[in-house]
């Protein structure tokens, strides 16, 4: 029980890492395509959670 408990952890910190590097790389695409008058966002619509198994 107690590794499903760590792999949960892990499983939900790698989310949290990979959210945070896209809103990132998002902001820096927006700054670019702000000053070429573009709209584009790839956001998704619902937040990401950490599966349950």
């Not at 892990?10 to 820096?28: F, G």
Request: aromatic letters at 6%; proline letters at 2%.
């Amino acid at each position: 029980m107690f590794e499903y408990e760590l792999q949960q952890i892990r499983t939900a910190e790698m989310i949290r890492e990979a959210d945070n590097y896209r809103l990132v790389r998002e902001a820096a695409r927006s700054g670019r395509d702000d000053s070429e008058g573009r709209v584009h966002s790839r956001r998704h619509r619902t937040p990401r959670s950490a599966r349950v198994a």
